[in-house]
Nanobody, 118 residues
Framework: QVQLVESGGGSVQAGGSLRLSCAAS????????MAWFRQAPGKQREGVAT???????SYADSVKGRFTISKDNAQNTLYLQMNSLKPEDTAMYYC????????????WGHGTQVTVSS
């Protein structure tokens, strides 16, 4: 059974940093496109960052230059380094996976909460 387990969330002040992790029980982790999404209360879920099987990355405009997505194929782990955090980054953060393609993700974690205070 595939599991994606996020960790690393917490409460920080504006300007602070957090690193999220997503441990994935995926066979052939390197063949999966991995992504981070977030959902704030009362808002739709939005894509934050993706990392393709080629390691090509993409980011939402709202996080470019502040967040960095990376992965360790040997450890089956996805990361999201978040710097210069803003109150508007407050949300539940989810990791997602789909083999080969970076869309319509098949697997989702349960999320980790990030709260940024001003």
């Amino acid at each position: 059974q595939v599991q994606l387990v996020e960790s690393g969330g917490g409460s920080v002040q504006a300007g602070g940093s957090l690193r999220l992790s997503c441990a994935a029980s995926l066979v052939g982790f390197g063949s999966y496109c991995m992504a981070w999404f977030r959902q704030a209360p009362g808002k739709q879920r939005e894509g934050v960052a993706t990392i393709a099987t080629t390691s090509e990355t993409s980011y939402a405009d709202s996080v470019k230059g502040r967040f960095t997505i990376s992965k360790d194929n040997a450890q089956n782990t996805l990361y999201l380094q978040m710097n210069s955090l803003k109150p508007e980054d407050t949300a539940m953060y989810y990791c997602a996976a789909r083999q080969w393609m970076c869309s319509n993700y098949d697997y989702w974690g349960h999320g980790t909460q990030v709260t940024v205070s001003s």
